[in-house]
């Protein structure tokens, strides 16, 4: 057990990070919007606290071969594809092991759509302001590829909200969106869990669990149960 880092699991990093965005509560045209699936109990704190909307944007990191966490790109809903053109040149990645991990997370991207969101339609975005919730960022891969594919639905505005991340993988998400919200950023900066006692995988049924709760609860209505029993 790591008893010396900032936040005890990822309930408690969202209900920090709720605190830092009450400007936002029961704003109707507020959506937030979870990166799945260590994103979810972030972003399902954020929003029950809040009373706001809660829903998915799917993404799909592209792991280097042979070094699965070391992301090359990511991949989103619509079809967006980034990618980090230095790791695939240092790496000497070729095109075909590209190819290959960009089918290979296709087929879980639609996995997890079905799984998660079932027959509920995708939320519409267009003119609403947009908070992509994670438990952290390391590279930048996912939210890059996130941003793209929530600007594509053209909303008012695009906010990410995460608890920690370095602070040169934020300065090179500032420009993309209107606001950036971070609590920690620590250096030097090895990884994401480094900065939680508890940051076991979130599961499948977990990531259901939560999507229900929220989506049971009425858009204005606090109320519904925080993962700690707050």
Known sequence: MKWDTPFRDRAEAGQALAATLREFREQADVLVLALPRGGVPVAY?????LALRLDLILVR?????????????????????????????????????????IHEETLELLR??????????????LGQRVILVDDGIATGATMRAAIVAVRQQAPARIAVAVPVAPVETLAMLRPLVDQLICQLTPKPFHSVGQYYRNFAQTTDEEVKTLLR??????TRQTGAPSLNGR
């Open 61 to 101: 990191k592209l792991g280097t071969p042979g070094h699965k966490e070391v992301a090359m790109g990511a991949i989103a809903c619509g079809g967006v594809q980034v990618f980090n053109d230095d790791a695939i040149r240092d790496l000497h990645i070729s095109p075909t092991a590209i190819e290959t991990a």
């Open 112 to 125: 997890r759509g079905k799984v998660y969101r079932g027959k509920r339609p995708a939320p519409t975005m």
């Open 213 to 218: 709760l929220a989506w049971r609860r009425k």
């Open 45 to 49: 704190e954020v929003a029950n606290t």
